[in-house]
């Protein structure tokens, strides 16, 4: 369960209209790339993705994933959330593409040397630079090593069902593919194969993510109260917006949220800015501003209620945590600084599913209030643009 604190620590009246509220729910309801609400993945590919990470775990001590944006930020966030930095996978699956660190893609190179490998490119549009030139890279490894049947199936491309490089070469090679519906964008599409399938080679619960999100759909009235409270606080120039959480584990996720509102809201010179904390540790750092600097934000904190408990001379870790929790957020609303709480029972699988659903409303909702359209990403397009030009000035031109 999920609960919603619009009140405690805030000095906030939203007084909703049920007429508009209507208007906006029909709004996003015939909205042609409203697809994360309207059509749901259905059983039998989710068995698909079941059986391909099979056959992945079966085949390779390594899964490469190649994103970027909301096309890697998803699973890459539930990764960091669920699964133990102490703990190694029988495929242990590793991330790349979204940047361009030679460092880093140097390392994996020499890491992987060894071991069999599968490679899942994701990219609904398949033109985007920082994919194409890290799969290009990847790609010749893998052909040094496999024959081509065998990189039928260990290649696996998630991109547009219809269009692009891409799914081209899926057409030529033969290589196993999924499709990202066209009516859902990158950071809507947590509940679709660019995120099932790495999931799934985790051995993460994709059921309960899909039973969780379904649940979460019906958050409607919260969501769409969260958006008008995040509008009253932007009138009254609080311009960016902290989440907060208290568990390092959920700092990836945090980033999901930043990059869902940004994308979805920051447009025509509008929106908030969103940040995030991780607590305690930047109550040593940006807590100082929190409480004392220029109050131009809010919080919204991500509580988990109860977790898997430690006692220290017989108290309750999590309920200091508890306690430390209610302290900063009255604390910093006596600086000035509001908060909405949101509080999960627990943290698994089900209830992140289902704050994921309320997060994509909320960001929906947002941008119709803003007057933008919470589907498009304009301002990315302009830099992707800009890079082109440069790189085609410099005959750097390969992989456009
Ligand atoms: O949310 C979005 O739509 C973007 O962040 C995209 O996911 C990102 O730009 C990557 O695009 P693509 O999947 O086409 O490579």
Redesign the pocket.
């Known amino acids: 369960m999920i609960k919603f604190d619009y009140k405690t620590y805030m000095n906030q009246e939203v007084s909703l209209d049920s007429l508009q509220k209507e208007k906006f729910i029909q709004r996003l309801l015939r909205d042609p790339m409203a697809g994360f609400i309207n059509h749901v993945i259905h059983q039998e590919e989710m068995e698909e993705i079941k059986r391909v990470s099979s056959q992945i775990k079966a085949d390779s001590e390594v899964l490469l994933v190649i994103?970027?944006?909301?096309?890697f930020m998803g699973s890459y966030a539930l990764k960091n959330m669920f699964l133990s930095p102490f703990k190694t996978l029988d495929t242990e699956v590793i991330y790349l593409g979204y940047h361009l660190s030679s460092k880093y893609l140097k390392e994996v190179l020499d890491y992987i040397q060894n071991k069999d490998v599968s490679v899942n490119v994701?990219?609904?549009?398949?033109?985007?630079m920082e994919?194409s030139l890290t799969y290009s890279l990847i790609k010749k490894e893998l052909e040094k090593r496999y024959s081509k049947e065998e990189l039928q199936k260990r290649i696996i491309i998630t991109t547009d069902s219809q269009k692009g490089k891409l799914r081209e070469e899926v057409n030529q090679e033969g290589y196993l593919s999924f499709s990202?519906p066209s009516d859902i964008?990158?950071?809507?599409?947590l509940m679709s194969p660019a995120h099932l399938l790495p999931l799934a080679v985790m051995d993460l619960d994709i059921d309960n993510l899909l039973l969780g999100y379904k649940e979460g759909l019906q958050l409607i009235d919260e969501a769409y109260q969260y958006a008008n409270l995040r509008l009253n606080l932007f009138h009254q120039n609080k311009l960016l917006e902290n989440f907060s959480v208290y568990d390092p584990s959920l700092y990836y996720y945090t980033e999901w949220i930043k990059?869902l509102l940004a994308?979805s809201e920051g447009k025509n010179q509008k929106g908030i800015f969103p940040i995030s904390t991780v607590n305690t540790r930047d109550l040593h750092s940006l807590g100082q501003f929190i409480q004392e600097g220029n109050p131009i934000l809010f919080e919204t904190v991500i509580r988990i209620l109860n977790s898997e408990d430690i006692k220290i001379e017989d108290v309750s870790l999590n309920k200091i945590n508890q306690i430390v929790t209610e302290s900063v957020c009255a604390a910093h609303y006596n600086g000035d600084t509001p908060s909405i709480i949101i509080s999960l029972e627990k943290l698994d699988m089900r209830h992140i599913g289902s704050l994921s659903a309320f997060f994509m409303l909320a960001a929906a909702f947002s941008s119709y209030l803003f007057d933008v359209d919470p589907f498009n990403?304009p301002g990315?397009e302009a830099y992707k643009k800009e890079v082109r030009k440069n790189l085609e000035e410099q005959e750097i031109d390969f992989f456009l």
């Open positions: 994103g970027i944006g909301g096309s994701i990219s609904k549009s398949g033109t985007t994919i990202i964008g990158g950071r809507y599409s990059q994308e990403q990315v």
